[in-house]
């Protein structure tokens, strides 16, 4: 059954060097229980997407699309009825936990105010709960941990308790943007880690956004490649690996596998200035006449001139 169903989302921001054109006709499903990772370079628009299921987007962004959570489309929705679906249906895990942190108050108190919101319960069972969540994401002595000041806490433990938090909520979907980002490695695995048995746990579908291919395949069974705002390929995970169709997908995979010999060159273009046709084909090896005129339709997960002629 579906829970989070993206269609046609459009998305541009005014800047000051123009206009931002972040997401291009955006078309994704999640089932409920379903783990999907949506993968791409810095600054193609990934977070973007992200925001605009929150409904966090900057003011002046101007939006076309629909995104429906459990059939409901939250575009329609009043800011006090969305406030409602982050409260109970939809959390999110950020890239940068120290900044979401408050950091006048507690930590511990900070995970016990989501519990209390969520469960409407009394003080002390809302910090029992606070305190069962921080064990459950690993935060060690969390008695004495659960007083502590977000600027006593590291990189990592301060991820754990945005996780906390996000979980303190039980929501049908998590999203977890970038949430190893400044982390070493031993820390970045423990947090994914930690993050897939939770879904699991919870039964919370899980919408991961990262640049990172492998972490992305060992933590989710369906994938989306984006581009410079559009989704390039789509599919599950196994015949993305298995027999990926984009060029640029494949160029993706060179880098972890010996087995595609297709790395991408130059650069990927400012989102101000896209170029014509097929966003993608100034880096393509493949691209022919036709990639530079005119864009290639989504067809069978796959966004590309070369498919569409096989």
Do not use: W
């Not at 004495?144 to 996780?163: D, F, L, V």
């Not at 400044?182 to 970045?188: A, E, G, R, Y």
């Not at 581009?227 to 390039?232: D, E, K, Q």
């Amino acid at each position: 059954m579906t829970l989070l169903n993206i269609v046609d989302l459009n998305i541009s921001l005014p800047t000051t060097s123009g206009i931002v054109t972040a997401s291009n006709g955006i078309s994704l499903e999640i089932g409920q229980g379903e783990t999907h990772c949506l993968i791409g370079e810095s600054g193609c628009g990934k977070t973007i997407v992200a925001l605009a299921i929150m409904r966090l987007l900057p003011v002046n962004a101007k939006i076309s699309g629909k995104i429906f959570l459990n059939g409901v489309n939250l575009f329609s929705l009043s800011n006090k009825e969305m406030r409602q679906i982050r409260r109970e249906q939809i959390a999110m895990i950020f890239e940068q936990p120290q900044s979401c942190l408050n950091p006048v108050f507690s930590v511990g108190s900070q995970i016990a105010e989501a519990v209390k919101i969520r469960d409407k319960c009394s003080a002390k069972a809302s910090k029992e709960k606070a305190l069962e969540l921080m064990r459950n994401v690993q935060i060690p002595d969390s008695h004495k941990r659960y007083h502590h000041y977000p600027h006593e806490y590291s990189g990592g433990m301060a991820q754990r308790a945005m996780i906390a938090m996000a979980m303190a909520l039980r929501p049908a979907l998590l999203i977890a943007d970038e949430p190893t980002t400044s982390l070493d490695v031993t820390i970045q695995a423990q947090i994914m880690e930690l993050i897939k048995d939770l879904v699991v746990q919870f039964n919370t579908s899980l919408f991961l956004i990262t640049h990172d291919l492998e972490a992305a395949f060992s933590m989710c069974g369906h994938v989306s490649i984006m581009y410079a705002g559009f989704i390039m390929e789509k599919g599950t995970v196994e015949n993305i690996i298995k027999s990926p169709k984009h060029p640029y997908t494949k160029a993706l995979l060179s880098t972890i596998s010996s087995e595609y010999s297709s790395p991408v060159r130059g650069m990927p273009p400012e989102l101000t200035k896209l170029p014509a046709g097929c966003v993608f084909h100034p880096r393509c090896s493949n691209a022919m006449p036709v990639c530079s005129k005119i864009d290639p339709q989504m067809e069978k997960g796959v966004r590309c001139h070369l498919t569409m002629k096989i």
